[in-house]
């Protein structure tokens, strides 16, 4: 578990309301294994004394990057959109057991939807590494929702089954 002040290289938008931000973070990004959280602490957030569960996205150890998605939701959220590149955070992490395929696994199907597919990410890249056969299905409410379906399209070697609940894809 490592508490790092973390620099902001992206806080972008990738779709209505859903955010990515990637923060430079060594010790947590070599740690860092599928399924796993940091805790963020945002400057200028002094009134709100817990601090923000994002789940990991994608660690890359090699450049020490970690990448965390978030939804604009309330105050917190809207203020983290605020923070600029060069602006630090404050991460504890990485936290949670994290996730390990079962011994002899052939085969894989990852569900999952909206900004709770960022987490899963991670799951793929470990999954298609090791040789399993991985398909992934993402949902979103929108089109514009489904910011991961390309991330997940590059490490899968084909795009994900997709569907939204407004019917604007899938």
Not at 17 to 32: K, N, R
Request: charged share 20%; aromatic share 6%.
């Amino acid at each position: 578990l490592v508490n790092a002040h973390a620099p902001l290289l992206v806080n972008e938008e990738l779709g209505r309301g859903i955010w990515l931000m990637t923060v430079e973070a060594p010790a947590i990004a070599a740690g860092a294994r599928p399924g796993q959280f940091v805790h963020v602490r945002i400057p200028g957030m002094d009134d709100h004394i817990l601090r923000r569960p994002l789940g990991i996205y994608a660690a890359d150890a090699a450049a020490g990057t970690v990448d965390m998605m978030y939804q604009v939701l309330g105050f917190g959220t809207e203020h983290m959109t605020e923070r600029a590149v060069g602006d630090a955070v404050e991460m504890i992490g990485p936290i949670g057991r994290g996730w390990q395929p079962p011994e002899g696994c052939k085969r894989a199907l990852i569900v999952a939807g909206g900004v709770g597919s960022a987490p899963f990410y991670p799951l793929a890249e470990e999954l298609t590494a090791a040789g399993v056969a991985t398909d992934a299905i993402l949902g979103a409410s929108t089109i514009d929702a489904l910011v991961a379906r390309e991330r997940y399209g590059a490490v899968l070697g084909c795009e994900p089954a997709c569907s939204t609940d407004d019917g604007t894809y899938g």
